[in-house]
């Protein structure tokens, strides 16, 4: 079975702290995405990575970084926390396409709620 | 118009009933199409691909209609276990980079006793 982790299920955060949400998987998945959940906006993707050390931007990425410097592992920063960064994060993983038919399919952690203060 | 869109519900059924989902997209080239389930405070989970000539699992029946760009799931015999949330999920892309899933809002079943 595939498992995606994330570092913290719950975590608590000052407005301009820096924040760092991190996600193994251990599946040998060359994709992995990290993505923002709030009500009423469903999942929207802030960064994805496609293998070590690539990075692209989804469709939120102001405010956010990241670094994928194992295959495994890929670290969500925010440099300098806001409240309207408050969110549920999900961190997904998958194998890449190759050629029509691969399965895309994405595998997410469980999730770190995160509130800044 | 929207990339994915879903009619966000609720929808509150009987245990039993058959309920159907629709979901629309809006790019043409879109490759290839899922149902995610999530339940309350959980993470999204497969529950299905959606192929051309539809495809079924057990209470579960999946339809793709490329002209129409849509999608639905339809639900027999629902289940207390059913209620969740069901996101429609799109991929515009077969190779290459492009490995971006783009999601539906959802839409929330409750299936009552």
């Known amino acids: 079975d595939v498992k995606v982790t994330q570092s913290s299920r719950y975590l608590v955060k000052r407005t301009g702290e820096k924040v760092f949400l991190e996600c193994v998987q251990d599946m040998d998945h060359e994709n992995m995405f990290w993505y923002r959940q709030d009500p009423g906006l469903g999942l929207r993707l802030i960064y994805f990575?496609?293998?070590?050390?690539?990075?692209e931007k989804g469709d939120i990425p102001e405010g956010y970084s990241v670094s994928r410097e194992k295959k495994e592992r890929f670290s969500l920063i925010l440099e300098s926390a806001s409240t309207n960064q408050t969110s549920m994060y999900l961190c997904?993983?998958?194998?890449?396409?190759?050629?029509?038919?691969?399965?895309?399919?994405?595998?997410f952690g469980p999730g770190t709620r995160l509130t800044v203060l | 118009r929207k990339e994915v869109e879903q009619d966000p519900g609720p929808f509150n059924v009987p245990e039993g009933a058959t309920v159907a989902f629709n979901c629309t997209y809006s790019?043409?080239?879109?490759?290839?199409f899922f149902w995610y389930r999530q339940d309350c405070r959980k993470e999204p989970k497969l529950l299905m691909s959606v192929y051309s000539s539809g495809n079924e699992d057990g209470r579960f029946t999946a339809q793709l209609n490329r002209a129409s760009q849509y999608i639905s799931l339809l639900i027999r015999d629902s289940k207390l276990s059913d209620s969740a949330t069901y996101l429609c999920v799109v991929n515009i892309g077969s190779g290459g980079s492009n490995y971006k899933l783009t999601f539906g809002k959802g839409t929330l079943l409750t299936v009552n006793p």
């Open positions: 790019n043409s080239a879109s490759q290839s």
């Open positions: 997904a993983s998958s194998l890449p396409v190759r050629v029509a038919g691969d399965q895309d399919t994405q595998y």
């Open positions: 990575s496609y293998d070590v050390k690539m990075k």
